[in-house]
């Protein structure tokens, strides 16, 4: 978007006799499509037409709504494009614009919405699975049958390790990961009963 006195202004596209549109803030020919994406990009622009200087913006953003149509994307079932035909010429083209343009509002806040909860969900999920691998490399620490071969190996290099834990020790620990592990199951079912 260009800057003037400190405000955005629209990107001032120029639509030619022979169909061609002109963006003037990068000085290169576009196509509907590359029109469709600054929509997606949320930039602004208008549509002019090159010989009167008309805007000409909504009969524009409708073509493109055309050929996406054609082109198999159907948004626009049969049934809502037959009831809005029906509203041209009752004296509603002030009322339904405004009732249409509020229903898709509200329809994009609960489309971000539902994408931050999604988002919020997964590092949910993450963190569980980061504990409960945490969890299971200690259980697998305790339980790993070649732990006694590989701390001979690891003695000869290193330090002496300290005397091994008491049995009451182990069992408490093993106690404590058992319990860590069942709240770890809790708090996912939780999550997955929210969701």
Same mark, same amino acid.
Not at 63 to 71: C, K, L, M, T, Y
Not at 129 to 145: K, T
Not at 172 to 183: P, S, V
């Given at each position: ?5 400190? @405000?955005?202004? &629209? ?13 003037? @803030? ?6 509907? *499509?590359? !029109? ?15 010989? #009167? ?5 909504? #009969? ?14 159907? !948004?626009? &079932?049969?049934?809502?494009?037959? +009831? ?8 509603? /083209? ?21 994408? +931050? ?19 299971? *490399? ?21 330090? &002496?390790?300290?005397?091994?834990? &008491?049995?009451? /020790? ?9 319990? *860590?592990?069942?709240?770890? +199951?809790?708090?996912?079912? /939780? ?5």
């Amino acid at each position: 978007m260009s800057e003037k006195d400190g @405000a955005n202004e &629209p990107i001032v596209i120029k639509k030619y006799a022979n169909r061609r549109l002109y963006n003037t @803030a990068t000085s290169t020919y576009v196509t509907l *499509e590359h !029109l469709a994406q600054l929509v997606r990009d949320g930039e602004d622009f208008v549509v002019r037409d090159a010989k #009167s200087g008309e805007d000409i913006t909504r #009969s524009v953003l409708t073509q493109i709504i055309f050929e996406a149509e054609n082109s198999g994307q159907s !948004l626009l &079932p049969i049934s809502f494009l037959r +009831r809005l035909i029906g509203y041209y010429g009752h004296g509603l /083209e002030a009322l339904v614009p405004r009732y249409l343009d509020a229903s898709i509002d509200s329809f994009q806040r609960q489309q971000d919405e539902m994408q +931050r909860k999604f988002a919020n969900d997964i590092k949910q999920f993450e963190e569980v699975g980061r504990q409960n691998l945490a969890i299971f *490399e200690r259980a697998m620490s305790m339980f790993n049958p070649f732990a006694a071969t590989e701390g001979a190996k690891a003695e000869e290099t290193a330090p &002496p390790a300290p005397a091994p834990a &008491p049995a009451a /020790e182990s069992k408490n620990e093993i106690d404590a990961l058992k319990q *860590e592990l069942h709240d770890m +199951r809790r708090r996912l079912d /939780e999550m997955l009963k929210k969701g």
